[in-house]
């Protein structure tokens, strides 16, 4: 394992990111590619890459399909992680951005990923008691799940882990977020329609959001974080509640702008920060992430830069 690390992400269902740019995009006519660039990503992963931006060590878990590995493999190995993904027959999915830069908007067509994860999950489990063994104090586990995995799959390892006295951080949507939040992860992050989804009806103004926040983890969960899209993050740690607004902000893709917050909450905890300069720091990773095409980040400072412009009210 990579010296020191101590943080772990597992990625269940990660995706080979193809984004394409096409300016003035027409659905059901021919359209001309601008630009295109594909990059190894999944949640978990993007949280891992983000992370080794700003100097973590890192280690990296989930289920990959051997067929098409390369673009992992040498992600993992430009960033210095320790991989101890679980390789599987197949190939790991291809998911399609379409960025128009014109209009200002992104599609999505994401695939449903690996079929055969359930042969991998013993073998991903002794992945993961291996890491934790080793050191790791922090496990992030992010994303959807595959085909043939039960959707309480992350409460169970959620337990598993809180049991041998890890810190756990759930990024997660639909049942198996459900689920997960019965054993209590330490963070989550969703999103306001995530949350919405949740508690089944929509969600608006701040009293809302919080009250349903605090209504479905029960007192469970140390750190709540609802990105609301323009409109900034609630940051919620029991009684203490921060919005953090940013501004400046330059959209040019939205893939990884979650899970760059994800990264930010972490990298402030690991500072020791206050709530307050956590909730500017990761605003900063995610502004950073969304002028970016793909699931990268720009130069430490640039983030730095966005953080320092980001407001924060106490409500």
């Known amino acids: ?56 060590r890192i280690a990296v878990t989930g289920f990959l399909g051997r067929d098409n590995i390369q673009p992992f493999e040498q992600l993992f190995s430009r960033h210095g992680m320790e991989d101890r993904f679980v390789r599987l027959p197949g190939s790991t999915r291809v998911n399609i951005k379409i960025v128009d830069p014109e209009k200002q908007e992104i599609t999505d067509l994401n695939a449903p990923g690996l079929q055969n994860c359930a042969e991998g999950r013993g073998a991903l489990e002794a992945a993961i008691d291996a890491l934790a063994q080793k050191g790791v104090e922090t496990f992030v586990l992010a994303g959807s799940l595959p085909a043939g995995l039960p959707s309480g799959i992350y409460r169970d390892l959620i337990t598993h882990l809180k049991g041998l006295g890890k810190q756990v951080i759930l990024d997660a949507s639909g049942d198996a977020f459900a689920a997960g939040l019965e054993a209590g992860p330490d963070i989550i992050k969703p999103n306001v329609d995530e949350l919405s989804d949740l508690v089944g009806h929509p969600l608006s103004g701040h ?32 009684d203490e509640v921060l919005c953090a607004m ?60 966005f953080a320092d412009r980001v407001t924060i009210e106490k409500l």
């Open 1 to 56: 394992m990579s010296a020191g690390a101590k943080i772990a992400t597992l990625t269940l269902n990660p995706a080979i990111d193809q984004t394409v740019q096409i300016p003035n995009f027409r659905q059901g006519e021919v359209n001309r590619i601008a630009q295109e660039q594909s990059d190894a990503g999944g949640k978990g992963v993007n949280v891992a890459s983000f992370l080794a931006h700003f100097g973590h």
């Open 207 to 238: 009293d809302e959001i919080i009250a349903a926040a605090r209504s479905v983890t029960n007192g469970k969960v140390d750190l709540i974080v609802v990105s609301m899209g323009a409109d900034g993050a609630l940051f919620i740690a029991g």
């Open 246 to 305: 940013p501004k400046g902000a330059v959209v040019k893709s939205t893939v990884g702008a979650g899970d760059a917050m994800v990264a930010g909450i972490l990298h402030g905890r690991s500072q020791g920060l206050p709530l307050a300069d956590i909730a500017r720091l990761a605003t900063g990773f995610s502004l950073g992430a969304l002028g970016e095409i793909g699931p990268h980040l720009p130069a430490r400072e640039v983030i730095e830069g």
